[in-house]
Structures are given as structure tokens and as C-alpha cells.
């Protein structure tokens, strides 16, 4: 049974124009959403006008399109004054395309209790802040959906960036769908959707997304769509494949990690999932020779292991594997000419049929380091070391490099790069994080006897390294201090929570700066 809208009333006589903003991100079709709603009112006898102010690129070109309506009947043959600006406390409508985007608009003013009915998607496209965060930068949804909530008048939502994905259609016709369900406009349903087939493209998709977008506006749901809020916690996993891995490993794996699942399964239950995903990271990262090594290290740490609920031992298990697969040149061209991969752009990404051709370009920027890790320890040195062939180097790659992995001769190259596994472990930086991992073990073996508390936040210090180039370069600055501090912390009887709140400080700061004044200063404290 299709859900009909509330009866909307006679069209008002005005005094002031419906005002409406659209806070959408590049290629979610806001400017054709904006274009249906003009073409909406201007079919119906009314004035209308839209403008768009662009955003910054840190949102994938976030916008703001700005639209006003005013009934023609009543102007006595004048046209109106129209704006070109959303005014904060001013605004009708707003519509936003993800929950951060209904998260811009309370900040910017637009939705006011008072007089604003929000619709936006709970659909999240994380912002760079959010991914680049050198710890947990995700913005809280349940935070954006209070405050949404708290500064609207309205607050209809759903997954409306599923149901476009579930349509084969893009955001914009579930959102005017939306518009047309709340009744916030004085048309019909059959006009809105007269709008969208005098647009003449893609006018079936459009239309099947418009009519869900309507029924979860017209009629929501009594329990709260929470679909698309917030990833779940990697931490969670799911409770059958949990039980999976306590009870038997070795259902998990293949034929070739048969011996190490039987290993795990003489491991504390508890770390057990966490252990089987290692071995098959660290297989396939390398071979099955570096998963017994990465077995061999954390049953180093499990053997000294007395917390209550095995922390050390999970946590160890964890990020000893992360740390052992450290992203590199040949990692990172192993992921690019995976074929699920290609598969996912092809049919998540592009949306392409069979008939249409797809090509994907790589923009590489490869410093001197990152070409010299590859290499053979002595050969990685010296071209580290020569100036010559650093500025050869600089003058080839500071520009970035595009390399088409759809062709033949850009996938030949990325393959067998990626093939370069073998002689992966001659490298350079090879030699280099094996070293650093030990000693970071080390440090965590030496000090699980006498405060296992302590030892695990040690563990936890790994977090901090992360990402390539400069960005690896500052984590590992911030993780050396934070391994120097722990000799210093160590008699403190509040050392661990005192290397927790030091953690904290160098995953707030990439730059390090707040770490380092808080060890220069000595102050702080475990509160």
C-alpha cells in the first residue's frame, strides 16, 4: 500500500517566501535536486529562484543551494525580491544529503527550533578530519542527531543514501521524495513526480527512489532508523564467527594455516578471533613463515600475561599484527590490482553496465624514502645517502606520477611490484621494523611481571604509528618518546594511567608538539 502525504492545505496567501536550503556534497545531484524543486514551483504558478555557494574540498565539495518560493497569485502581476542567501533563523527547510551535513547546518544557523523542519540522511561520508585523525577522529552520530533534534522544529531522517544504492539512483530523488512526504510544500505528490519525468533522464530510477524517500517522510518508522549511523566497532565482532574462533580456529583458515590455527587453539579464549585474523594478515601480507614468527612473538607476551581478562594477549595480538604489516610500496600495489578491487569500483563505485568501459588512474607521489625502503638493505642506503640520486628522484616524482591501472602497461608494472614479495624481507625498512617491533616487545615483556597494567598500555602506545611518509615519520617520533617516558613512569603508582593520558596527547597532535610539552613539563597528572 503506497503511504500518502498529510492533506496539505490551500496555498496561503504569503507575505514572505518559503525559504529552503540544500547542504549536499559533489556528485549527489543537489544542483539537480535544487533544479526539480524550481521547476516544481514555476509549473505551479509560483516564483522561484535557486543559487548555489560552493564549499571547501575537505567535504568532497560540499554546497549550499539556496531556494526561495513565492505563490505568483496575490503579487498583482509584480515579481518579488527574491534572496540569494540563506539567513540563519531564516530557513523554511533544510535538507541535508549525510548527518554531517545536517550537523553543518545547525552550526551555520540555518535550522532554528522554531520554524525549521530538517530532513537529512543518517548516512555517513566521512569528513578528512575524520580519516586523517591520528586516533579515533569519527564525529559521535548519536551527537549530531541531538543536536539536529534540539534545533529543529522537525527532525525526519532515515538511510536515504541506501535507499538510493538499493534503487539504482542517486541521493537527490530520495531526498525530494522526502520533501514531497513531510509535506513541507503546497503540491501534490503527482507534481512532484510530474517534475522529475519532464526531466527526461534516468526518470525510472528516480522515480522509484522518489517513492521511498516518500514513504519513510510520510509514514516513519516508530523505532528510530539507525542504519548508516555509525560503523560497528571492529572490536565487536559478529557473535557466530566469535564463538567460531574460541571453539575451533582451524575452521577459519585454509589448508595452509591448519598448524598455526591448532597453535591458537592453546591460546586463551579470549584473543583467539583476534589471533586468527593475524595469521591469515600476516600470511598473506607475506607468507606462512611470517605468521608463525608473528605467533612465535605474541606467545612471547601471553606467556607473562596475568590480567583477569587476557588484555595483554589480545591487545599484543592485535597490534603486533598491524605492525607487522606495515603499509609499503609493494602493499599498497598488491591492493591496487586485487580484482575485488576492480570489481568494487566497477559496480559500487562507477555504477557501470556491461556495455560501458571503466578506467582507473592511480596518482602516485613517491618520496626517496619509500623507493628506498624496497630495496636491498645496502642498495637502499646508499640511495638514501646520494644526493645525486636524490635529486634525480625529487625532479622525476615531485609532481606526482598517474599511472592508468586499467591499462596494460600501468597494471603490468603495479603487478609485479606487488609480486616483490620475496624479496621483501632483504629490504631496507624491512630489516628496520623488525627491530623496532622487538624492542618494543621487549619493553612490554620487561614490565607484564610486575605491573601487567602497565604493559598493556605500552601495547597500545603502536596506535600511534600509522600512515606513510611524513606522516609515519611524526608517529614514530611521538612513539620513541613515549617508549623513552616509560622507564620515568615506571615507579609511578599511576604509571599506566599516566602513559594512557601521554598516548591520548600524541594522537590528538600528529605534530607532537602537545606530547612533547607535556614530557618537558613534567606536570602531568593521572587524574
Not at 14 to 32: F, H, K, N, Q, Y
Not at 194 to 223: M, N, Y
Not at 399 to 426: C, D, E, H
Request: glycine share 8%; proline share 5%; aromatic share 6%.
Amino acid at each position: 500500500m503506497t503511504a500518502e502525504a498529510p492533506e496539505r492545505p490551500a496555498t496561503p496567501a504569503l507575505t514572505r517566501p518559503i525559504t529552503m536550503a540544500i547542504l549536499a556534497m559533489g556528485g549527489e545531484g543537489g544542483g539537480v535536486l535544487a533544479d526539480w524543486i524550481v521547476a516544481l514551483a514555476e509549473d505551479n504558478d509560483w516564483f522561484a529562484q535557486s543559487t548555489s555557494v560552493p564549499g571547501v574540498a575537505q567535504r568532497t565539495g560540499a554546497t549550499v543551494y539556496y531556494v526561495e518560493l513565492l505563490p505568483r497569485a496575490g503579487s498583482n502581476g509584480r515579481y518579488p525580491v527574491l534572496g540569494t542567501m540563506p539567513t540563519p533563523g531564516e530557513v523554511d527547510i533544510v535538507v541535508a544529503s549525510e548527518l554531517m551535513e545536517a550537523g553543518r547546518s545547525v552550526l551555520r544557523g540555518f535550522a532554528t527550533p522554531d520554524r525549521t523542519t530538517l530532513i537529512g540522511s543518517t548516512s555517513r561520508t566521512y569528513a578528512m578530519p575524520e580519516r586523517t585523525a591520528m586516533g579515533e577522529g569519527r564525529i559521535d552520530s548519536a551527537e549530531l542527531i541531538a543536536a539536529a533534534e534540539g534545533s529543529s522544529r522537525r527532525f525526519i531522517r532515515g538511510d536515504f543514501g541506501r535507499i538510493a544504492d538499493q534503487t539504482g539512483s542517486v541521493i537527490s530523488a530520495v531526498l525530494f521524495g522526502a520533501i514531497a512526504g513531510a509535506a513541507v510544500l503546497p503540491f501534490t505528490r503527482e507534481q512532484f513526480e510530474d517534475a522529475i519525468r519532464a526531466g527526461g533522464k534516468g526518470v525510472e530510477p528516480s522515480l522509484r527512489a522518489f517513492g521511498e524517500g516518500f514513504r519513510v517522510a510520510a509514514a516513519p518508522p516508530a523505532v528510530d532508523i539507525q542504519i548508516g549511523v555509525r560503523p560497528p566497532d571492529p572490536n565487536a565482532p559478529d557473535p557466530q564467527v566469535l564463538r567460531q574462533a574460541q571453539q575451533d580456529p582451524a575452521s577459519l583458515v585454509g589448508s595452509r594455516l591448519k598448524s598455526q590455527a591448532a597453535r591458537i587453539a592453546q591460546m586463551t579464549v579470549e584473543s583467539r578471533l583476534v589471533l586468527v585474523e593475524g595469521i591469515k594478515r600476516t600470511a598473506e601480507y607475506q607468507d606462512v613463515a611470517y605468521a608463525d614468527e608473528y605467533l612465535d612473538r605474541v606467545g612471547s607476551v601471553a606467556s607473562l600475561d596475568t590480567s583477569a581478562d587476557h588484555r595483554l594477549t589480545t591487545e599484543a595480538a592485535r597490534y603486533t599484527a598491524l605492525w607487522m604489516t606495515y603499509e609499503d610500496t609493494i602493499r599498497v600495489a598488491f591492493h591496487k590490482v586485487r580484482a575485488r578491487r576492480f570489481d568494487r569500483i566497477r559496480t559500487e563505485e562507477a555504477r557501470a553496465d556491461d556495455a560501458q568501459m571503466v578506467q582507473i588512474r592511480e596518482y602516485l607521489h613517491p618520496q626517496v624514502e619509500e623507493i628506498s625502503d624496497t630495496m636491498p638493505t645496502a642498495l637502499g642506503r646508499w640511495l638514501l645517502n646520494s644526493k645525486v640520486m636524490n635529486r634525480l628522484i625529487h625532479r622525476v616524482t615531485h609532481k606526482g606520477i598517474k599511472i592508468q591501472t586499467t591499462s596494460f602497461w600501468g597494471y603490468t608494472v603495479l603487478y609485479f611490484l606487488a609480486r616483490m614479495q620475496p624479496i621483501r624481507r632483504r629490504s631496507l625498512r624491512f630489516g628496520q621494523e623488525q627491530a623496532r617491533i622487538d624492542a618494543w616487545l621487549g619493553l612490554v615483556r620487561e614490565y607484564a611481571p610486575r605491573n601487567v597494567d602497565l604493559a598493556c598500555e605500552i601495547v597500545e602506545c603502536q596506535q600511534v604509528v600509522k600512515g606513510y611518509g611524513e606522516t609515519h615519520a611524526n608517529g614514530m617520533r611521538n612513539f620513541m618518546a613515549l617508549m623513552d617516558a616509560v622507564p620515568r613512569l615506571a615507579d609511578d603508582p599511576h604509571a599506566a594511567h599516566r602513559l594512557k593520558n601521554l598516548r591520548t596527547l600524541a594522537l590528538s597532535d600528529e605534530t607532537g608538539k602537545a606530547l612533547r610539552d607535556a614530557l618537558d613539563s613534567g606536570t602531568l597528572r593521572s587524574s
